[in-house]
């Protein structure tokens, strides 16, 4: 193993219980080839460290302004209310963030944090005491196969430190590279978002080959595989796409999905990321829908698990 190997994490968190089989810490790891419109965790897409501003935490109307003229770059300006103003252009580029590090408040953030194998290793042994008999480590993201050198090798030493390991991914990474990993993966949570190619494309910026392909090689291996849906509405909530993903499933004998309802939660990130956001005027998915999609696929004897419902 390289052992200087290093991977952008955004998140590590502890005390994890809807990510996998019993306590777990969730390892987030920056970069997503998708763009989903939705996307809950836009800050996860760039692999590369980059500025969050959250006005919501600035205490510019307490009279702050420690980070005037900290920026080199004409990247910062202040508004007549003397509220900071990012110049999305210049800071989207920005790679030393000096408005961040004058900022105590923490409302100039830099999203991302490079780690080392082993001082990931070191953290999830200090966990491993928490995680319960069947808990253990979850690479999340953003997609972790984006930093796939970097998960096959640490997931090859979590394997060497006997930890149960689990993974939640858009499986959109070639098939070699992909079984390569999930030789050391225990538990999987796999999205499927759309079954018609064109509109995945649509929505998420890339088409489902890949992710089909990847999730028909692993459906026969005999390791845990729940799908997974963000129930999104007129793009995947329509019958005929309910139908088109219980005949892939049935046809490569996948009995566990997991529904998730529509949030506007991540709202204010796509903001302090200078993003616009599409859905701000859309509501959270409505009971009595999810409870629809659930039937027709208990109806087909696959189990339906809405939300943080998933049975581990
Ligand atoms: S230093 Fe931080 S809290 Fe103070 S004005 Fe600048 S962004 Fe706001
Ligand atoms: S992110 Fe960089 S360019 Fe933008 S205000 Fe901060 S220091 Fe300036």
Request: hydrophobic residues 30%; proline residues 3%.
């Amino acid at each position: 193993m390289n052992n200087d190997m290093k991977g952008m994490l955004f998140d590590i968190q502890s005390f994890s219980v809807h990510d996998g089989p019993g306590c777990r810490t969730t390892v987030f790891m920056s970069g997503c080839p998708l763009k989903c419109e939705w996307c809950a965790n836009p800050e996860s897409w760039k692999k590369e460290q980059h500025i969050m501003f959250s006005e919501g935490t600035c205490k510019y109307e307490k009279g702050c302004n420690i980070c005037r003229n900290k920026c080199l770059y004409g990247g910062l300006s202040f508004d007549e209310n003397n509220k900071p103003q990012l110049n999305w252009e210049i800071c989207k580029n920005c790679k030393t963030f000096e408005c961040s590090k004058a900022c105590y408040y923490n409302a100039l953030k830099v999203c991302g944090r490079e780690y080392e194998i082993q001082e990931l290793i070191k953290i999830l042994t200090r966990d491993n005491h928490s995680w319960s008999s069947n808990g253990g480590v979850t690479f999340s993201g953003g997609e972790p196969f984006y930093q796939s050198e970097f998960l096959i090798n640490t997931l090859i030493e979590c394997k060497k430190n006997y930890f149960h390991t689990a993974i939640e991914t858009t499986a959109y990474i070639d098939n070699k590279t992909f079984l390569e990993a999930m030789k050391y993966i225990d538990f999987a949570f796999i999205d499927l978002k759309h079954m018609d190619r064109e509109k995945h494309k649509q929505k998420t910026g890339v088409y489902n080959d890949l992710i089909l392909e990847n999730i028909e090689s692993i459906a026969s291996s005999g390791k845990r595989i729940v799908l997974r849906m963000p129930v999104i509405r007129d793009f995947n909530d329509t019958y005929q796409n309910i139908v088109d993903t219980i005949s892939f499933m049935k046809k490569n004998d996948l009995v566990e999905i997991n529904i998730l309802p529509f949030h506007r939660l991540g709202e204010s990130k796509w903001k302090q990321l200078g993003n616009e956001y599409k859905y701000k005027y859309e509501e959270s998915t409505p009971v009595k829908k999810l409870e629809e999609i659930q039937d027709l696929f208990l109806e087909n004897n696959i189990a339906c698990y809405i939300g943080h419902d998933t049975a581990f």
